[in-house]
Nanobody
Framework: VQVTESGGGLEQAGGSLRLSCTIS????????MAWFRQAPGKEREGVTC????????VYVDSVKGRFTIAKDNAKNALYLQMNSLKPEDTAVYFC??????????????????WGQGTQVTVSS
């Protein structure tokens, strides 16, 4: 399994970034996917998840209305569109996967992650 997160960088507050997570080694068709982040000195935080069929999403309150998760089964990829960025969004972002049911995902599930993550830094 090879997972590569990309798209991070340095952005000013109010700006936008689009993260990508490309996966090889298995098909994500039957997998629920999620984005997590970890800031220095803090525990990993679930940001958003999407069901295997992309019909259900969940967002942590702090990103609702600003972030959008998308799953492209044909490209075996996961995306995170981040708008109206805030300094508190600064963290390493990485994606995770878990075999899940249709129409449901939960941030509390034990997602597997393999990548090194991508750094997002938001300046004030």
């Amino acid at each position: 399994v090879q997972v590569t997160e990309s798209g991070g960088g340095l952005e000013q507050a109010g700006g936008s970034l689009r993260l990508s997570c490309t996966i090889s080694g298995f098909s994500i068709d039957d997998w629920s996917m999620a984005w997590f982040r970890q800031a220095p000195g803090k525990e990993r935080e679930g940001v958003t998840c999407i069901s295997r069929d992309a019909t259900a999403t969940v967002y942590v309150d702090s990103v609702k209305g600003r972030f959008t998760i998308a799953k492209d089964n044909a490209k075996n990829a996961l995306y995170l569109q981040m708008n109206s960025l805030k300094p508190e969004d600064t963290a390493v972002y990485f994606c995770g996967a878990i075999r899940g049911p249709i129409g449901l995902c939960k941030l509390s599930w034990s997602y597997r992650s393999w990548g090194q993550g991508t750094q997002v830094t938001v300046s004030s």
